[in-house]
């Protein structure tokens, strides 16, 4: 049972879109991410997704629709919704979502994280 200090966690890495589990929760994970430009478009079937910004602004891109999602602000995708992050400049995001989720979801690309790290 530690504190655990999210700033310092983003400080520790600088890779894009590469989530990190910084706690588990009831069989959700806590992962911290950092995003420039975009990702790629995708849905998660049974599951939904939080994404709750630290810095900077992230845009949630949607078939009819964009989010704008700014610090100290969170958005949750619901399963079966298709969605694309994208980041203008760099965001720094904390991801709230079922240990198993893959971050792609339906889509696999170059982007694809199977085993998240743990920081």
Known sequence: MEKINVAEKLESFSEHFTPKV?????????KVVKALGEFVWHKHDDDDELFWVISGKLKM???????IVG???LIVVPKGVEHKPVADEEVEVVLIEPAAL???????SELTVHNPERI
């Open 22 to 30: 910084i706690a588990e929760v009831n069989g959700q994970s806590l």
């Open 61 to 67: 891109c949607f078939r009819d629709r964009d989010v």
């Open 71 to 73: 610090p100290g602000e």
């Open 102 to 108: 893959l971050n792609t979801g339906d889509a696999q």
